[in-house]
């Protein structure tokens, strides 16, 4: 079964910090996903990623930065965190080939809140 | 731009009750179609998906799903609900083609009382 983690389920910083969002994900997937879930919103897309080093923007990618140096690892960073990024952010992967094709797996998601 | 719609953002319903959840996506071309359930503290798992074929999609926990072309529906349903059904449902779809994505609707909460 694909198990996707993410460092922290629950995570509280302050306002300019630069905050680093973890995700890895064993089962040799090519592509990976950085989502934001917000009530009322759903989730939307900030960042992904389809091979080593590669990245996408998102719907959503203002704020936000991320980086792939290994395949299963995945990383969400923000910048200079501020109180509008406070959210649940979700990882998520797939195996391989089309992005809107195939089911994503998700990881537990990690609860930010920018003080 | 394209796009999916949830009807109902909140849903409450007593055990054995009928569920419906609307889901619309705006898009002419081909399409692929999900529905995911978040239950309480868990992470997103899929409960079925719609690429071609039979527009009827059986997934798990006894849900199923009709695709209806004309209509650019894709509605769950299931005959009985149980408490173990409370939970957030989301709608996907996936657009091929230059918008090769998959966007969410913005979820249903679904409350099921004993």
């Known amino acids: 079964d694909v198990k996707v983690t993410q460092s922290s389920r629950y995570l509280v910083k302050r306002t300019g910090e630069k905050v680093f969002l973890e995700c890895v994900q064993d089962m040799d997937h090519e592509n990976m996903f950085w989502y934001r879930q917000d009530p009322g919103l759903g989730l939307r897309l900030i960042y992904f990623?389809?091979?080593?080093?590669?990245?996408e923007k998102g719907d959503i990618p203002e704020g936000y930065s991320v980086s792939r140096e290994k395949k299963e690892r995945f990383s969400l960073i923000l910048e200079s965190a501020s109180t509008n990024q406070t959210s649940m952010y979700l990882c998520?992967?797939?195996?391989?080939?089309?992005?809107?094709?195939?089911?994503?797996?998700f990881g537990d998601g990690t609860r930010l809140s920018i003080l | 731009a394209q796009s999916v719609s949830q009807h109902n953002h909140h849903v409450i319903l007593s055990e054995a009750a009928s569920l419906e959840l609307g889901c619309n996506y705006s898009y002419g071309g081909t399409v692929n179609l999900f529905w995911y359930v978040q239950y309480p503290g868990q992470h997103l798992q899929l409960l079925l998906k719609y690429f071609s074929g039979d527009p009827l999609v059986k997934g798990i926990k006894g849900f199923e799903a009709e695709f209806i072309k004309s209509k650019f529906s894709f509605n769950l349903r299931k005959p009985s609900v149980q408490w173990s059904d409370t939970a957030e449902y989301f709608c996907?779809?996936?657009?091929?083609?230059?918008?090769?994505?998959?966007?969410f609707g913005a979820g249903t909460r679904l409350a099921v009382h004993p």
């Open positions: 990623s389809y091979d080593v080093k590669m990245k």
């Open positions: 998520a992967s797939t195996l391989g080939g089309g992005l809107s094709n195939q089911p994503q797996h």
């Open positions: 996907a779809a996936g657009f091929s083609g230059g918008y090769n994505k998959l966007i």
